[in-house]
């Protein structure tokens, strides 16, 4: 697959070039025909400035084009940075609801969320309790993880694999609010909830900045639902 990417890059550049390669020749055809074959001194400057306008005009572009791409390139970067992170705080306000939902005590750390992914579905059962403002707070993150994967998808912002592993994450979350509103069937919501816990953790784990700056992340988040 990498090998394709790389081929059609090299035909979209040779595509690209192609007016600026024409331009060059044009260029240089006129430079030597003006040379050798004209003689009156008007029109070979005249010749001369198109053949000189001709040269510089790729040059030019070539040099907007780069610039263009710099600047694209920093924004798509930022961009990148921005939701990243609300990604993130987003995930850290969920675990703060998983832990409320499981009756989880002690300090949230890094290492705290990769322990409760070792939770068996009988401990999170027997631990299990929903209440009408836990339920409403996961509607909200549920809609936030919507907003945030149609907006970075749409802005090729986030990989097809991070899409992919927050639309699985948000199909749990929806889940576990169907089983609890419809069923309340205790072992099958533990189940939903055990399967939120392992794809925060596996995001983390692929997320070198939040797991590296974990505690101020989570920070971050909780000033933010108290902002709410």
């Known amino acids: ?32 025909v003006t040379k050798d074959d004209v003689h009156d001194p008007n ?58 939902i499981i009756g989880a005590r002690g300090k949230l750390t890094f290492a705290s969320l990769n322990n409760m992914g070792d939770l068996g579905a009988s401990h999170i059962a027997a631990r299990l309790k929903i209440t009408p403002n836990t339920l409403n707070r996961l509607h909200a993150v549920h809609d936030e993880l919507h ?3 149609y907006n970075g998808a749409n802005a090729n912002v986030l990989s097809g694999d991070q899409i992919q592993s927050l639309s699985i994450l948000m199909h749990e979350i929806s889940q576990l609010i169907n089983e609890y509103e419809f069923h309340r069937n205790r072992r099958v919501a533990a189940r939903y909830i055990k399967n939120i ?12 900045f939040a797991s590296l700056h974990f505690d101020k992340l989570l920070g971050t988040a909780k000033i933010s639902m108290q902002q709410k």
């Open 1 to 32: 697959m990498q090998n394709v990417g790389m081929k059609f890059s090299l035909h979209d550049f040779l595509l690209k070039m192609i007016p600026y390669v024409l331009s060059i020749a044009g260029g240089l055809v006129l430079f030597i």
């Open 43 to 100: 029109v070979t400057d005249l010749i001369n400035n198109i053949a000189a306008s001709l040269l510089s005009i790729p040059l030019v572009f070539l040099l907007y084009d780069y610039s263009n791409y710099r600047v694209s390139k920093q924004l798509k970067k930022t961009m990148a940075d921005s939701v990243g992170d609300k990604i993130n705080i987003i995930l850290l306000r969920l675990t703060i609801i998983i832990r409320e």
């Open 147 to 149: 907003n945030f994967i």
């Open 197 to 208: 816990i392992g794809h925060i953790t596996d995001w983390m784990d692929s997320d070198a």
